[in-house]
């Protein structure tokens, strides 16, 4: 079961996104907790991405995650 200070950060996180133009503009914490949250939609629907806008933050997420796993090797 999820703790209650997880689920305050994720919804926390969700409508700060929603109040900006990109991912790119959340602070740290929420830009990993929301690119987490895009790719693993993504994962599961291809179709997610057809929205531009969308696509365009799965797309910064995808280089972004990519450099923080790379990162931690």
């Known amino acids: 079961m999820i703790d209650e200070r997880t689920l305050d950060l994720i919804s926390d996180c969700w409508v700060k996104f929603r109040r900006v133009y990109s991912v790119k503009d959340l602070d740290d914490d929420c830009k990993h907790v929301m ?3 895009l790719l693993k939609i993504k994962e599961d629907d291809e ?7 969308i696509r365009e933050d799965v797309e910064y997420c995808e280089r972004v995650e990519r450099k923080i796993i ?3 090797i």
Request: proline letters at 0%; one cysteine or more; a negative charge.
């Open 35 to 37: 690119c987490v949250f």
């Open 47 to 53: 179709s997610f991405i057809d929205d531009l806008e």
């Open 70 to 72: 790379l990162g931690v």
